[in-house]
């Protein structure tokens, strides 16, 4: 993945555990991935994010949903981001819309 050996350090809001939980529980589903690739996986991420997860002011992620219309959870990454003054890297292209100036493609 060329932007992990670009940057190695990485932030996420502490939710970022389940969300990747979810997205490989449901690929094990889906048998896009094994038990044992997914396991893998996650305890990979774990590694790379270790002491990469930040709490979020519940405030601003709501205040930033609402004027957005983005979802709260898309929210506390460009809460993080924000505050931490960093681009956040993403391929989810209602942030990048509502976003520009923070949200950056994956692809760029």
Not at 5 to 30: G, I, Q
Not at 34 to 54: K, P
């Amino acid at each position: 993945m060329k932007l992990l050996e670009a940057d190695r350090e990485w932030v996420a809001p502490v939710l970022w555990r389940s969300e990747l939980c979810n997205v490989l529980a449901t690929s094990v589903r889906n048998e896009r991935m094994t038990r044992e690739q997914a396991t893998e996986a996650l305890a990979s991420a774990e590694e790379l994010m270790e002491g990469g997860d930040f709490r979020v002011p519940a405030a601003e992620v709501l205040k930033t949903a609402i004027e957005s219309r983005c979802t709260a959870y898309d929210c506390e990454f460009v809460i993080l981001a924000r505050d931490l003054g960093v681009p956040l890297v993403t391929l989810d292209e209602g942030i990048l819309a509502a976003f520009p100036d923070l949200a950056q493609h994956l692809g760029n």
